[in-house]
């Protein structure tokens, strides 16, 4: 019966995913992070996808802001979490490492995977790295709980 739940969880993520792009039955906030995501790979656990920077996510350098950085990896974080639980989760710790800069308009790669579960915590993985070339731009790690 896990697969049943496993696959309907899968589903359920990929239309989140779908939607949020699209700015439906989400915030504002959501809705203008992920705005013109795509989805490469999504399987249990998985996610990957292609993000080319808008212009709205820029700080006063024209590089892509931290916040909307951080708000991407919290928001896959907790996609890829819950296609793996099939629950909502609430993040209890993220931490976020910056290593490089991006620019507006460039395109990236974004890799979250489940990398650890224990209880009602689960821990999700996101790397955002540079299309092309694979440079490191941003690590996150977050911990998600059941929402109570």
């Not at 915030?27 to 709205?56: D, K, N």
């Not at 907790?78 to 490089?100: E, M, Q, W």
Request: charged residues 25%; glycine residues 8%.
């Amino acid at each position: 019966m896990r697969m049943k739940e496993d696959d309907d969880a899968l589903q359920a993520s990929i239309k989140m995913l779908e939607r949020t792009s699209k700015g439906v039955e989400c915030s504002e906030l959501e809705a203008i992070t992920f705005q013109g995501i795509q989805a490469v790979e999504l399987r249990t656990g998985f996610l990957r996808c292609y993000f080319v920077i808008p212009i709205h996510a820029a700080d006063q350098d024209g590089n892509w802001h931290a916040g909307a950085i951080a708000t991407l990896i919290d928001g896959l974080g907790a996609l890829t979490v819950n296609s793996f639980t099939g629950k909502s989760k609430a993040s209890v710790d993220l931490t976020i490492s910056l290593y490089s800069s991006a620019k507006i308009q460039e395109e990236v790669e974004i890799e979250a995977k489940v990398v650890g579960s224990r209880g009602k915590l689960t821990s999700a993985l996101v790397e955002v790295k540079r299309k092309g070339n694979g440079e490191l731009i941003a690590l996150g790690k977050n911990w998600m709980t059941s929402k109570l």
